[in-house]
Structure formats: structure tokens, C-alpha cells
């Protein structure tokens, strides 16, 4: 009877779900390593895990180093609508300079018309010598039909230290009217939203026509601030932590200002942001932090940000990129590795917790390094989920038919349903129980065949091998092997079996029985009558997949198989076709028996007592082995 396939024809089936396993972990690796190529995409949801990370982290603590001047609605219902007289703008930087103190202004607001003449006057002359910054609005568009151009650039900037290589080119501007020209500092309010419209970085640096242009916030930094201008990693532009919200910051109105409203000590040594928040005037930019924030509370998070990196208060680099890697090589690896010894429900959670930690990891990582892919590894482990998983499912599903249609070799189909509603891990694994062995074979098997063709011969074969197993699988036993013109069988395994004597009992009785009908055929048609001898005995022995690399097997071993073994070769010598042992004995109680004296089987020190069926036992059984048959 065939047993488990031999492991070299196993062998290539496991080289190929190697391959196919392989090529899973590698497609999901290299996924990850994908999003690290294009860490500023919102590839797999990289930008909204960011956003979602920049709004756990956004505090509300003061930012005591700025001061936001805004020329809100109430400021211009008090003074006029906008756009204010120039004079108007002078007073209030004026102010800010000389009543309150502070150490430089920024005006996030553009000029590209002249105005009042003395006010125009006023502002270059604090543009041209003093700590204010004016703005011009680069443009990045390549699509215009006609660049954009209004206005005229100052003759600025002062070069600032640290200005990286990496600048993004502009394709054209709006600055302020030529009156302003002289201005000593100016800085870029110029930026370029991501695909889908949200504000995430600026640059901190443009190209345009041989010059470099500083962005606004950089450009008070390093005129105004008494610190040299901070090195900045040579990206185009550079994302937003966002650190801080709107409301973390000291906003006061313009209005109150000119009022002069604030104590002097509130707002002196300052960094001054001037701009406006109102909806009117249509500064509002869609941030991680909301779809409509002020425009001047984006130069306000640039600034505070380069301030944290001026004074050394931002945190320490990491290698993003790298831990990405590396987290998303140990969930390949360990998916390799664990995936094929778990169940499709475990594998998934483990998933679930893999990727929770890497959230985890990937919230502290993002504010140490703004470029590299926090969703990478998560790309990773969704890939493994809908391929890894289904795939092992697959393969586990495989194997579990496999393991079902060897068991059906062995055992009666009742003993297999009871095996897949068992707990049972592996049915096959080697145990240790308790049970009855029957080993059975024909007499003469020699001298019955060798006067038959080959047709004939393998004829009686197969029909004395019937008269076997048919009765063994009936009574839910497990066919361990033929031997040629005989086999053996066992009960109580792969499941415990209380009652396994009594089940090799009455299987041997159908045997005997079978036999016995067969031969008499087989006499009446001229034939030599047919004999079996059966050999029974119980005990502990170990039952499981037993065998070598080259091939294994289902079978049980044990001194009480090898005493049933001793036992049909006894019977030989007796006119009983069935010789019990003492262990089955005494553990049947469904039957009686025939005490036969004691003998010392081979291999055995000691005498073993010996038993057939009681005459009345086996002609009561007789006629319901023949029903059986029938």
C-alpha cells in the first residue's frame, strides 16, 4: 500500500513554493525600497500618515521668539478697507521698530504698484536701512503660456551663509514696484502645493536669472535674528514640521499695534511676521493641519522652525530611510520564516502588530527625518497580506488534503471526520498510546500460487487482501501495511480508542469468517482450500510518521506489535486460526476466550499464555461476518 510520496518527488514541489515564497518577500522588499526612491510622493499614503503625524505632534505652547502682525477684519473696519495707504504700513513697521523694540519685520505682503508717494519713500527707506524684509512671489509654473513677470526684483538679496546648491528654479515673479528696488533684504513668499493641493514645504531657496533668492522667513533669519542664517540640507525645498499651530503663536492686530495697545515689554526682541489672516484678502492655504489656514501661518511655522534648527533646539537626525529598510527586510524575513508554521489568522495578526509598531517607530522618526517614506514598510506588509498570507493559506490547505487523503489509506472515513473535529495539530506526529495490534496473512501462500497463471495468481491475491482490509476499515482500524499476501493493522491510533481490543476482536472474527466463504468458492471450484492465521495482542506502543528522508510511513512499533507478529507465525502450530495474547485479553470484554497453554515466543525470555476464541464465541460471530460480507 503507498504511503507518504518519497522526498524526491517532495522535493521539487518544495523548491518551487521556496521560489514562489521567495519571489512574494522579494516583491514586497523591494515595494518598500521603491517608496524610499520617491520619499516626497504620496505613494501608499506616505503624505496622509505624515499629516496625521504632524497633527498628533502640533502643540499650542508658546512660541516666544515671533510676533505675528495680522491685518485682520477688525483692523480694517477700524482703519479702512484694504489696501492700506503706504504711510499707514510705514507707521506700523515704524512702530514695531522704535516704540516696541523688536528685532526685525517681514512683510508677507507684495507691493506691485506704486502708491502715495511719501509712504512709497518711507518704506524704501526702511527697506533700504533698516531690519525689514520685503517679499516677492516667485512662480514655478513651466505651463504658462507667457511668463509671469510683475513688477521689478529688487537688487537684493544680501548673500546669506549656507545657501544650499540644491535651489528650485522660478519661471517668473510678482515683485513690488520700482520705487522699492534699493530694498537691502528680500525674501520669497513664493511656494509649490503638493498634487493634492496641501502646503507641506517651501523653498528655502530660488534660482532666477543667476541669483539665489532666500525664502521669507530665512531672509529675517539671517538679517534680523543676530545669529548667522542656519545650514539647511541641500533639498529643494523643505518640508513644514508644523510643530507649533496658529494658536501657539503671539498674534496682535495691526490696529492695536498702531494703537500702541501692547505693553512694550510683551512684544520687544522679536521677530515680526506681517500679513493677514482675513478671508478677504485670500491668504489661506490648505495645511496638514486644516484645509483653510492663514497663508502668514506658514511663514510663521517656517520661521520657528529655523529657529529650533538656529539655536540647536531640533531633533537629531535620523536615518529614516534606513530603518524603513531595515523594519521592511525583518517583516520579509520573519514572514518567510513564520508564515509557514501559522495559522492564516495568526500570520494576519502578526501583521497587524508588525505594522502597528512601525507606525509607532515611524511617528518619532518623521520628526527626525522629513525626506525618506513613512508608509514604505506598511506597502511592505499589505503586499505580504494579500499575497503572503493567501499563498501559505494555500499551501496549508494543500497540505491538509494531502494529510487527509494519506489518512483515508489508513484509516475507515469515520475515524478521519473524527480527526477534523479533534484539536489535533498533526494526527501523524508520533505518540505514545495504547493499542491492539492484528497481523494476518495466508498459509501456503507459496503452494496456493505457484501451479496459477500470473492472472490468476495476482487474482487470489487481491481477493484473499479484500477478505482482510474490508473488515479492519469496517471496524475502524488503521491500516498500517501489506506484506505481500498478508498485513497488519492496528486500533487505537492516530485516535485514543477505548474499546480497541474489542474492535480488533470483532474484526478478526469478519476475517475468519471471509476466509472461510472465500475458501469454500474456491474448494468448490477445485481449488486448494485457503487458510489465515491472525496474531492479536495489546500494549503501549509508538504510533506516528516514522521513516527517513528517502521515505516514511504510518505505523506503530512496540514490543506488543512484535508479540502479535511472534503470534501468527505461532499459529502455525495450531488448529486455531486466530491466537490471542494476554494483553488483549485482558482488556476485551466483549468476548470469551479459549486458553491454549503457555510458550516461549521467539525472543522472549519468559513464557507468554495464549488464546483463541471460545467455540461459542466465534460460531455466534460467525454468520455475522458472513452477513457482513454479504
Not at 469515520?414 to 496473512?441: F, H
Request: glycine share 8%; aromatic share 8%; net charge neutral.
Amino acid at each position: 500500500m503507498p504511503a507518504f510520496p518519497p522526498s524526491s518527488s517532495l522535493r521539487p514541489l518544495r523548491l518551487r513554493r521556496g521560489a514562489v515564497q521567495a519571489c512574494i518577500s522579494l516583491l514586497a522588499f523591494l515595494l518598500c525600497v521603491y517608496a524610499q526612491s520617491q520619499p516626497g510622493t504620496a505613494a501608499f499614503g506616505n503624505e496622509w500618515l505624515r499629516d496625521v503625524f504632524v497633527k498628533l505632534r502640533a502643540t499650542d505652547a508658546p512660541e516666544p521668539r515671533i510676533l505675528v502682525v495680522d491685518i485682520d477684519e477688525t483692523s480694517t473696519e477700524r482703519l479702512g478697507p484694504w489696501p492700506w495707504p503706504r504711510a499707514r504700513i510705514a507707521d506700523l513697521v515704524e512702530t514695531l521698530l522704535g516704540d516696541y523694540g523688536v528685532r526685525g519685520v517681514a512683510l508677507d505682503i507684495l507691493f506691485p504698484d506704486a502708491a502715495d508717494p511719501e509712504g512709497d519713500a518711507r518704506l524704501a527707506a526702511l527697506a533700504g536701512f533698516g531690519p525689514v524684509v520685503l517679499a516677492h512671489a516667485f512662480d514655478y509654473m513651466r505651463d504658462r503660456p507667457v511668463a509671469l513677470r510683475q513688477g521689478v526684483l529688487a537688487h537684493g538679496p544680501v548673500s546669506l551663509p549656507g545657501a544650499p546648491p540644491a535651489a528650485l528654479p522660478a519661471t517668473g515673479f510678482i515683485a513690488n514696484h520700482t520705487g522699492l528696488i534699493d530694498a537691502r533684504q528680500v525674501g520669497n513668499i513664493g511656494f509649490v502645493p503638493d498634487p493634492d493641493g496641501v502646503l507641506r514645504r517651501l523653498p528655502l531657496w530660488t534660482t532666477f536669472e543667476g541669483k539665489s533668492w532666500p525664502a521669507l522667513s530665512l531672509a529675517l533669519l539671517g538679517c534680523c535674528s543676530g545669529k548667522p542664517a542656519p545650514l539647511v540640507d541641500g533639498a529643494a525645498q523643505t518640508r513644514l514640521d508644523f510643530q507649533r499651530d496658529w494658536s501657539a503663536y503671539t498674534v496682535v492686530t495691526a490696529a492695536e499695534v498702531l494703537d500702541r495697545a501692547y505693553p512694550r515689554e510683551d512684544l520687544a526682541g522679536r521677530l515680526v511676521l506681517i500679513g493677514s489672516s482675513s478671508l478677504g484678502q485670500g491668504d489661506r492655504v490648505a495645511t496638514p493641519l486644516g484645509s483653510n489656514r492663514p497663508g502668514l501661518g506658514v511663514q510663521a511655522a517656517m520661521l520657528s522652525q529655523l529657529l529650533d534648527l538656529q539655536e540647536g533646539k531640533a531633533p537629531g537626525r535620523w536615518p529614516g530611510a534606513l530603518l524603513a529598510l531595515a523594519f521592511a527586510a525583518g517583516s520579509v524575513l520573519f514572514a518567510m520564516f513564520a508564515f509557514p508554521r501559522l495559522s492564516a489568522l495568526t500570520s494576519v495578526g502578526l501583521l497587524g502588530s508588525i505594522s502597528v509598531a512601525w507606525v509607532g517607530l515611524a511617528y518619532f522618526a518623521s520628526a527626525r527625518d522629513p525626506v525618506f517614506s513613512v508608509s514604505g514598510p506598511l506597502a511592505t506588509n499589505l503586499f505580504l497580506l494579500a499575497f503572503a498570507v493567501p499563498y501559505q493559506w494555500q499551501v496549508a490547505q494543500t497540505r491538509s488534503r494531502h494529510l487527509l487523503d494519506t489518512l483515508r489509506q489508513y484509516v475507515a472515513p469515520s475515524v478521519v471526520q473524527q480527526l477534523l473535529r479533534s484539536d489535533m495539530a498533526d494526527p501523524l506526529k508520533p505518540r505514545q498510546l495504547e493499542v491492539t495490534t492484528l497481523i494476518a496473512d495466508m498459509e501456503g501462500y507459496t503452494s496456493q500460487v505457484e501451479s496459477l497463471p500470473v492472472e490468476e495468481a495476482a487474482r487470489l491475491t487481491q481477493e484473499f487482501l479484500d477478505c482482510l482490509t474490508g473488515p479492519v476499515i469496517a471496524h475502524q482500524g488503521t491500516l498500517d501495511k501489506y506484506t505481500g499476501d498478508g498485513l497488519v493493522a492496528f486500533w487505537g491510533a492516530p485516535l485514543p480508542e477505548i474499546h480497541h481490543a474489542d474492535l480488533a476482536l470483532d474484526a478478526a472474527r469478519a476475517i475468519l469468517a471471509r476466509v472461510e466463504a472465500l475458501s469454500a468458492q474456491r474448494s468448490s471450484a477445485g481449488h486448494k482450500p485457503l487458510r489465515v492465521r491472525i496474531g492479536i495482542e495489546s500494549g503501549p506502543a509508538m504510533a506516528g510518521d516514522f521513516g527517513t528522508t528517502f521515505r516514511s510511513i504510518y505505523t506503530a512499533v512496540g514490543d506488543s506489535v512484535n508479540t502479535a507478529s511472534r503470534l501468527e507465525q505461532a499459529a502455525r502450530d495450531y488448529p486455531h486460526d486466530a491466537i490471542i495474547g494476554p494483553g488483549t485479553v485482558a482488556l476485551a470484554q466483549r468476548h470469551r476466550f479459549l486458553a491454549l497453554g503457555e510458550r516461549i515466543l521467539r525472543g522472549k525470555g519468559k513464557p507468554t499464555p495464549l488464546y483463541t476464541f471460545a467455540p461459542q464465541d466465534a460460531d455466534a460471530h460467525a454468520a455475522h461476518g458472513l452477513e457482513q460480507q454479504a
